[in-house]
């Protein structure tokens, strides 16, 4: 079991940066692909980044390409979504997603196994 807790939202205006935090428990933490997803109302589930520990490889989803960055210490068991240049359509819940080793398929929700409960990210414009 991987206990998984997101922080860091909240209300900004457009343009403005924010950094989201991501904890899991486990001493193998270093091991784990770990990834930011976001909903907002009324829509589905998107990808919106991804951290590999295998080959140490990011990946980012086409409408945050740029602008959001992810990184993570594994010494703090913590990964971070540098969220910058906000825009009004970024307002969402996001979530942070867990799963050990390897994938292919990082940018499908499905693939991973654990989940925080999301924190609320709402950007006005």
């Not at 991501?22 to 589930?45: I, L």
């Amino acid at each position: 079991q991987v206990l998984v807790a997101e922080s860091g939202g909240g209300l900004v205006q457009a343009g403005d940066s924010l950094r989201l935090s991501c904890t899991a428990s486990g001493a193998s933490f270093y091991t784990y692909t770990m990834a930011w997803f976001r909903q907002a109302p009324g829509k589905e589930r998107e990808f919106v980044a991804a951290h590999m520990s295998t080959d140490d490889s990011s990946h980012y989803g086409a409408s945050v390409k740029g602008r959001f960055a992810i990184s993570r210490d594994n010494d703090k068991n913590t990964l971070y979504l540098q969220m910058n240049s906000l825009k009004p359509d970024d307002t969402a819940v996001y979530f942070c997603a867990v799963r050990f080793g390897y994938t292919a398929r990082v940018t499908i929700d499905d693939a991973y196994g654990y989940w925080g409960q999301g924190t609320q990210v709402t950007v006005s414009s």
